[in-house]
């Protein structure tokens, strides 16, 4: 209590998820967190998608401690370490042959949002341009290049395209026949002398968009995204910051379509629950100078190690896999929710990256879709109601889309069938009691 009410007093008011989550974590393993006051809680935050392997996995823990009893610098800045070459090995040897066989690596400041700029400070520089493609609904990080092409700050030099989404898509138009348009669309916003846009430095896409409220990006129109911009010699930049690790059933997101970008963006469980993020790019693309890019806080030695074990436990023991089938069974049983609950808008997602969409049946219908005609309005309110019952039902979920009505579920990789059965039953317990 006195923490809570510590915390509400001195913190900003711009604080997240300490606002809807009045938990006080004390302990937690695997999937599990308890709070101060002896309540456990099934954690389908995930640390916003960084704990592949759950709290405190021992792999983790047992890499730490090797780092901190070895007597090694905990602080190098970027000067070569075993440490730092045994988890860029672990790394490339990961990545999609093809590309990582042609890669170059640059550690970026300690968040995603870092790796995010340095990815466009990178591709302006090998291209001499300064123009971004970005897409509706994106997320890319807090600081003023990520911001700006996340659609949170103005900036004439990014051009907004319409990500395809199957349902409540902005502009009207989802699924395949949406993906399709949206091609053509980029395609004459970059060709037309008249009316398009300068040729831009490079387009950046979410595989499956995260915060914008669980999207995925159908494969084949991801594969005409990088056919348009290798046609035009514009770079792709995937950001895999929160598909990245196995999340959404294989080891990385793009590897569904066979898309080979030409930069990617890593961060979250690269760094197994500490600070890591990385650009990792075709060499062609190195034309940077030396100190171009720098950063006190890109060497942390206990998070390479962490992430290191974490990168091989998921490579060694299937996990992608196994969140492929796993969240692919919890996606069938909320599909079969929602056939009882007009208040499921939508169920999406790929892997252990879920999420529902709830809306409001009896408002007057909105926004008209290709496919799917006129769909309800979204429903924040029912989510948050939704988010404070699972809470009490002793479940952690996270709310996000541009309405924040999407209840998204992105639970360690390492979760039980027990605990993926509980989850979705907890969350169908907490809908009938919001609804009520
Ligand atoms: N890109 C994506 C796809 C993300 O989901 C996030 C974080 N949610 C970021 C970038 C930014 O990462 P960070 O919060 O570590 O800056």
């Known amino acids: 209590e006195g923490i809570l009410r510590r915390q509400a007093q001195r913190e900003s008011s711009a604080r997240t998820y300490a606002r809807s989550l009045p938990i006080v974590p004390v302990r937690a393993r695997g999937m599990t967190i308890e709070g101060a006051d002896g309540r456990r809680y099934l954690d389908c935050l995930s640390g916003a998608g960084t704990l592949a392997l759950g709290h405190n996995h021992p792999v983790v823990l047992e890499a730490v401690r090797k780092v901190l009893d070895s007597g090694a610098p905990l602080h190098v800045l970027d000067l ?42 990178l591709v302006r520089a090998a291209s001499g341009r300064s123009g971004l493609l970005a897409f509706t609904g994106a997320y890319h990080g807090m600081t003023a290049g990520a911001l700006a092409a996340s659609g949170g700050a103005q900036d004439v030099r990014v051009t907004r395209l319409p990500f395809p989404q199957n349902y409540r898509c ?54 005409r995204m990088r056919a348009i911009t290798r046609d035009r010699s514009i770079a792709l930049i995937a950001d ?19 898309v080979v970008p030409d930069v990617m963006v890593l961060s979250k469980a690269i760094g197994g629950s500490l600070p890591l993020a990385v650009i990792v790019y075709r060499s062609e693309l190195d034309l940077w100078q030396p100190g171009a890019h720098a950063g006190t806080f890109r060497g942390n030695q206990l998070a390479m190690a962490a992430g290191a074990a974490t990168l091989a436990y998921v490579r060694e023991n299937g996990l992608a896999e196994r969140a492929g089938t796993l969240g692919a069974r919890m996606l069938a049983r909320l599909q079969a929710l929602s056939s009882d609950h007009p208040s499921i808008g939508d169920v999406r997602g790929r892997g252990l990256m879920l999420g529902l969409e709830l809306v409001d049946p009896e408002a007057e219908p909105q926004t008209v879709t290709l496919e799917n005609g006129s769909v309800p309005p979204p429903n924040p309110a029912l989510a ?53």
């Open 80 to 121: 070569a370490t075993p440490v730092k070459d045994a988890f860029t090995t672990e790394l490339f040897a990961t990545l999609p042959r093809e590309f990582a066989d042609d890669a170059r690596i640059q550690f970026c400041g300690p968040a995603g949002t870092d790796a995010v700029e340095a990815a466009f400070k």
């Open 170 to 223: 902005p502009f009207g138009v989802g699924g395949e026949r949406g993906a399709d348009i949206g091609a053509r669309w980029t395609e004459h916003l970059l060709d037309d002398p008249k009316g398009g846009v300068p040729a831009p430095a490079a387009m950046i896409v979410e595989p499956v968009q995260g915060e914008g409220g669980v999207n995925p990006a159908p494969d084949g129109w991801l594969r």
């Open 240 to 258: 895999e910051v929160q598909t990245g690790v196995g999340r959404t059933g294989t080891f990385w997101a793009v590897e569904h379509s066979g």
């Open 384 to 436: 948050t109601a939704v988010q404070q019952e699972c809470l009490r039902r002793g479940l952690i979920v996270e709310l996000g889309g541009r309405h924040n009505a999407v209840v998204r579920l992105l639970p360690p990789l390492t979760l039980t069938d027990e605990q993926a059965t509980a989850v979705v039953d907890r969350l169908a317990d907490a809908l009938r009691a919001a609804e009520r």
